[in-house]
């Protein structure tokens, strides 16, 4: 019986892919009866999840997917990678620009061999832009929204549908599918990465994930000495600070390891940051002369993310770039307007937490924990000198409780050899070329009228958060990365910051169609 559960899977796929909700949770319980093991396509609870259900049944659905067609020989397909905007491109130039080991013995090489050891495979990116950020949606408690946003990002680089421009209605359909994904995300890994595993292994597709948590654990403690005593501080957005997941993984890795020094670890949620760094209108507006009264960033009032104005001068803010208004010797109405001004409230902020702390050690290791931070790692290893100098009175305030040079940990390089040794060991190198590489963004589909927006790339914040899990409407439409839909202080900060990826980008197929 158990060969037959096995060997039946992709035919009853194929099979039933056209019966009902009803229909499936009879099959699901009658196989469960045989004695199919609970990790192949069926619900280990006998239980469909009706979003799932849409996406593998109901080829109605604008998220089905015909799994018994998915190609077979995957070493020829891209490797998908997804994040809630463009800071996953952080960790794609990081996999792009690796070359860690020889490319023809495999063996490591720190020094590299002078080729990237991913020449020879394509991408496609996945930026979720439309949904961005995703750390907000736990503090809103719409983690199950979140889930099915996840869900719909790695549907979206299985399948094969996107648009050409966001205003088309006929979907094209010659998006190759993906032989592994990467969930760049650290919010998504978080609360997204067990749901697609499980996801995967049911739809019976041989695609493994990676995720962005658990390479920036082993990278920080690999840092470490094994006997050295430290505090680790992780930078994430909020939504990754309530998961707890870089202290479950840094604990459980330091455990696996053995290490025999102490570590204590400090979380700081980047409130705004990340919605800052792509634009998002709730959280900037660097033109703005006036108050923007949508304004959801750190301010004097805000309850998670509030300004000390007992400690105004510690921030060092660059008041030019500050919306506020100064009166009776104080400032009020105070709103960040800018991305340096973030970093230094939510640097010094976490330097607050690590200075009042009883017993901490020094602080030697930060993670950057969110993919949009690497873009600004000089701002933030400045901020950092700036406050191992900063006095008071003649003495340090914050020196005492860090290292002379504290690490900063980008996990990219960490989850590119992971995904190099997966290939190796899967024998799945591609024989592509990395200008054959392929970019998306979600942005809103004007064409549902259900959708509300501030303008024709961002929902309204109370639309953004007040949706509810589980509807089959098209809330946004998936387009090619163009000019259209990235601002040109994004694509100058690509130039700038990542230009081998931004060429590509620039090369890629309908770039700037939309």
């Not at 020989?73 to 994040?83: A, E, K, M, Q, Y």
């Not at 439309?130 to 889930?147: H, I, Q, V, W």
């Not at 330097?351 to 873009?375: D, N, S, W």
Request: proline share 5%; aromatic share 10%.
């Amino acid at each position: 019986m158990e060969k037959l559960c096995r060997e039946s899977r992709p035919a009853l796929t194929s099979k039933y892919s056209n019966l009902n909700r009803i229909q499936n949770l009879i099959l699901t319980s009658v196989l469960t009866l045989a004695g199919c093991s609970g990790n192949l396509w069926i619900s280990e609870k006998a239980v469909l999840h009706d979003f799932e259900d849409r996406i593998l049944f109901e080829p109605d659905s604008p998220f089905y997917l015909d799994v018994s067609r998915y190609p077979q020989d995957n070493r020829l397909l891209p490797i998908g990678i997804f994040d809630s905007g463009t800071g996953g491109l952080t960790v794609l130039d990081a996999i792009v620009n690796f070359d860690r080991h020889d490319n023809n013995s495999h063996e490591t090489n720190p020094k590299g061999d002078g080729v990237r050891d991913f020449q020879q495979e394509r991408f496609l990116y996945l930026g979720d832009k439309a949904n961005m950020p995703y750390g907000t949606y736990p503090a809103e408690g719409k983690t199950d929204l979140l889930e099915e946003h996840i869900l719909k990002d790695v549907q979206f680089l299985l399948g094969n549908r996107y648009y050409l421009t966001a205003a088309d209605t006929t979907a094209q359909t010659d998006k190759p599918s993906v032989k592994a994904i990467v969930v760049a995300c650290n919010t998504a890994t978080a609360y997204g990465m067990d749901r697609s595993e499980k996801f995967l292994s049911r739809s019976g597709l041989d695609v493994k994930v990676f995720g962005i948590i658990d390479a920036g654990a082993r990278a920080a403690l690999q840092s470490l000495e094994e006997d050295q005593d430290a505090s680790i501080a992780v930078f994430a957005t909020a939504g990754t600070v309530s998961s707890h997941g870089y202290v479950n993984a840094l604990n459980a890795q330091n455990e696996k390891l053995r290490r025999s020094g102490k570590i204590t670890i400090f979380q700081q949620a980047g409130i705004g940051l990340a919605g800052a760094i792509d634009g998002a209108g709730e959280y900037i507006q660097s033109n703005a002369a006036t108050f923007n009264p949508a304004y959801k960033g750190p301010s004097e009032t805000h309850p998670d993310a509030g300004i000390d104005l007992a400690i105004w001068p510690r921030y060092g803010f660059d008041t030019s770039r500050l919306l506020f208004n100064f009166t009776e010797d104080r400032f009020n109405n105070i709103q960040l307007n800018s991305i340096s001004n973030y970093i230094a409230y939510h640097v010094t902020s976490l330097m607050e937490q690590v200075r009042t702390a009883p017993a901490a050690g020094k602080l030697k290791v930060v993670i950057l924990g969110c993919t949009h931070y690497p873009f600004f790692s000089e701002q933030f290893t400045a901020r950092l000198d700036a406050l191992y100098d900063y006095q008071e009175n003649g003495e340090y305030i914050y020196r005492p409780f860090m290292a002379e040079n504290i690490v900063l940990i980008d996990p990219a390089p960490s989850l590119a050899d992971e995904l190099y040794t997966h290939l190796l060991a899967t024998e799945r190198f591609g024989q592509s070329d990395l200008s054959q590489s392929r970019f998306f963004l979600s942005v809103p589909n004007l064409a549902n009228p259900n959708i509300r927006t501030e303008s024709p790339l961002e929902f309204t914040y109370a639309y953004k958060y007040g949706r509810s899990a589980g509807s089959d409407e098209e809330y946004v439409r998936r387009v090619p990365f163009g000019p259209s839909c990235l601002s040109q202080d994004t694509l100058d900060l690509l130039a700038e910051t990542m230009p081998l990826l931004y060429q590509i980008i620039r090369q890629s197929q309908a770039f700037g169609m939309n």
